[in-house]
């Protein structure tokens, strides 16, 4: 079955580290999305890509970067961790036709940033 | 500017009663508006959508959403509660003509089920 997966599920790390976070989908969808969660603030975009080489900036994308060279992956990196990047990441894919708002989520990586 | 309104951070229900997650939007344009629901430690997982079609909207495990364009509402509801319903409920918005970037997510509601 085609899925998405996130990794690490979970990471403690220290200030200033440098931190990826992995996501791979064999959905073979166009679009890629990363969202942190954070209490009292649903879900709010990080960063989006339409297609390889295709990035965008969301809604609190400071202090984060993507890039896209294969269509499986979107990787995220923490340049320099902040404990204020504490938070829990989702990925999410979607098909390309139609705007149908209909994404496919991974399971979350939870970050912990001391 | 575009917004989505869940009333209540948390409801509690008993199993075998009524479900009512309630949801307001405000939005220039005809939205679409989506019902997503997370378990405990689970990514996001899409329940129903509403594209400008039937108002009346059928989703997944009995749940259902219906707009209401004089209300700005798109509330979800269940007849009946299972325990399996606990999780978490995000209400979703997208303008017409908007791009996936531009979902607009509610804050959530804590669904319970007392047995």
């Known amino acids: 079955d085609a899925e998405i997966t996130q990794s690490p599920r979970h990471k403690i790390t220290e200030t200033g580290r440098q931190v990826t976070l992995a996501c791979h989908q064999t959905?073979?969808?166009?679009?890629m999305f990363w969202y942190r969660q954070d209490l009292g603030h649903g879900l709010r975009l990080i960063h989006y890509?339409?297609?390889?080489?295709?990035?965008n900036k969301g809604e609190v994308s400071d202090g984060y970067s993507v890039s896209r060279s294969n269509t499986e992956d979107l990787p995220l990196t923490l340049e320099s961790a902040a404990s204020s990047q504490t938070s829990v990441y989702f990925c999410?894919?979607?098909?390309?036709?139609?705007?149908?708002?209909?994404?496919?989520f991974g399971e979350g990586s939870r970050l912990t940033v001391l | 500017a575009q917004s989505v309104t869940q009333l209540d951070s948390h409801v509690s229900v008993s199993e075998g009663t009524p479900v009512l997650l309630r949801c307001n939007y405000s939005?220039?344009?005809?939205?679409?508006l989506f019902w997503y629901v997370q378990h405990p430690n689970k990514g996001l997982q899409l329940l129903l959508k509403?594209?400008?079609?039937?108002?009346l909207v059928k989703g997944i495990n009995g749940f259902e959403a219906e707009f209401k364009k004089s209300e700005t509402s798109f509330h979800l509801t269940k007849p009946s509660a299972h325990m399996s319903d606990a999780a978490e409920y995000f209400c979703?918005?997208?303008?017409?003509?908007?791009?996936?970037?531009?979902?607009?997510f509610g804050k959530g509601t804590k669904l319970s089920v007392k047995p």
């Open positions: 999410a894919s979607s098909v390309a036709t139609g705007v149908t708002g209909e994404l496919f």
């Open positions: 959905w073979n969808h166009n679009n």
């Open positions: 890509s339409y297609g390889v080489q295709d990035t």
């Open positions: 939005s220039s344009y005809s939205p679409s």
């Open positions: 509403y594209t400008s079609a039937a108002t």
């Open positions: 979703v918005a997208l303008n017409y003509g908007g791009s996936q970037g531009n979902l607009i």
